[in-house]
């Protein structure tokens, strides 16, 4: 209302301005009438303070409407703010779960490859151990091997040693019993007649011990003392003391 009246006013004086300039310069006419312009004037002076007066209440009244207004579209915006917001934020945790879901596949698949690493190196390191064991027993059955195949190379070499040591002290009885042999027939043959082959003869070829001295060699021959093999027969397997008993054991007297 205020407005309206303000506008009114702004009309009439401008209307009253107009007559009352006109009328100075034009006189006579009734229609630009001096008085009647500065009533006008004046009345419209009035107005516009009434309507100055009036217009402040009139947008005072006025303003909360605006306001409320407003307050309805910030309202607005900022529940759509907020439902943006949300619906970011929701977006923002559903990226989130799915990168927190993918890390977590990631590191299981991660986690599960390296236990599989760690199943294959304790598998592997069982199995080293494993080949090592067999190694060190292959080794140590080797050595016990050799061991035992030295010892009984030493056991063999000490066998045989022995057995020609005991050769070689058979042989050096044998040549000491021949040496006494040959040494009791000498004697023999000093103390004693030389022999004949007469198979009925009843002479006895003894050595100063008693033992007989006739000679059984292994070809069935048998050589009395002086003969001519007498000396050279060395395989004697046999001694008789008469060439009876000689005969009696199957000999036969030598040609010589």
């Known amino acids: 209302m205020g407005t309206f009246l303000f506008l009114i006013a702004f009309l009439g004086f401008f209307y009253a301005l107009v007559m009352l ?10 229609l630009f009438r001096p008085k009647l312009n500065l009533i006008i004037l ?22 909360p409407k605006v306001e409320t207004k407003s307050e309805e579209v ?13 619906q970011k934020l929701e977006k923002e945790q559903a990226e989130l779960k799915k990168e927190q879901e993918k890390l977590a596949k990631i590191q299981a698949e991660q986690l599960k ?14 199995q080293k151990a494993k080949d090592l064991k067999i190694q060190q027993e292959q080794q140590a059955k080797l050595e016990a091997e050799q061991k035992a195949a030295q010892i009984a190379e030493k056991e063999k070499a000490a ?30 043959k000093q103390a004693s007649p030389p022999a004949s082959n007469d198979g009925g003869s009843g ?15 292994v070809n069935g021959i048998y050589h009395l003392p002086g003969g001519t093999y007498y000396n050279r ?12 008993e000689a005969e009696a054991a199957g000999y036969r007297p030598s040609e010589r």
């Open 113 to 126: 490859k390296e236990q599989a690493q760690l199943a294959k190196d304790k598998a592997l390191a069982e």
């Open 74 to 86: 910030q309202k607005d915006k900022l529940a759509k703010e907020q439902e943006e917001a949300k």
């Open 233 to 244: 027969t060395k395989n004697v397997v046999a001694w008789f003391k008469t060439t009876a």
């Open 21 to 30: 300039i006109l009328g100075i310069f034009i006189r006579g006419k009734k």
């Open 159 to 188: 066998e045989e040693a022995q057995k020609a040591k005991e050769k070689e002290e058979q042989r050096q009885q044998a040549l000491k019993d021949q040496q006494e042999r040959e040494k009791q027939e000498a004697q023999a």
């Open 203 to 217: 002479n006895q070829y003894v050595d100063s011990n008693g033992q007989g001295t006739i000679k059984g060699s």
């Open 42 to 63: 004046g009345g419209t002076f009035v107005l516009a303070i009434i309507g100055a007066t009036m217009a402040p209440t009139t947008q005072t009244a006025a303003e």
